[in-house]
């Protein structure tokens, strides 16, 4: 069986893991960050292999996260999944360690940190997802799903500043998240080929939080 045979079996079997899946966190959430760590790789020159595998893996157990609201870390839970997925077939012992190590770090949990290129491409990749136009839309969805029925509540500032955990709360309003996370995300990107798409995504998004609390005090 060759790569591209593994990918396509890998592909079939991580599919599998987003059957009624939150649209923040779906199947196609999944296809930009193959299709963003491709980019970045073919730049950096890093195995695309590698990344291609650990796109398609890094996110297999994050429904099981959502469902439980954050009780485990999908990230870890995710990389001892994708190591019985992988064991099925002839790969590499140095890429199976990597593709595993990509899917453990692409959170930054723990302070476990991306060791590898492929590691921080695949960091980038994820992270480069949540911000842009791409990363509004996920940013409302997320909390839609997590409780909040709100726009905004109006005291996202103050709440940012408190240093709490929100998430999956009746208070993480889209707007909330933005303060606590999204708008310091650039500076968390680790590439050269991921800070240039992340310059001109954060600064569209940095610009529609702008616009969207001039509105919500009815300046425009």
Known sequence: MNKKEIIAKIEKEAKKFFEGASGCHDW??????????????????ADLFVLEAAALLH?????????????????????????NILEKYKIEK????NIIHCIEVHRWRKNKKPETLEARIIFDADKLDSIGAIG??????????????CLYTGNEKKLAKEEKNYSYGKEDSA???????????YKKIMTKSGKEVARERQKYMDEFFKRFEKEIKGVM
């Open 59 to 83: 996110d297999i157990g994050r429904k099981e996260e959502m469902k439980c609201e954050g009780k485990f870390c999908h990230a870890e839970k995710g990389a001892e999944m994708a190591k």
């Open 175 to 185: 707007l909330l998240e933005y303060e606590i996370k999204l708008k310091y995300i």
């Open 28 to 45: 196609t959430h999944v296809e930009r960050v193959k299709n963003l760590a491709i980019h970045i790789g073919k730049k950096e020159k």
């Open 94 to 97: 140095k890429q199976v360690e």
């Open 136 to 149: 509004i839309a996920r940013d409302f969805l997320f909390a839609g799903h997590s409780g909040s029925n």
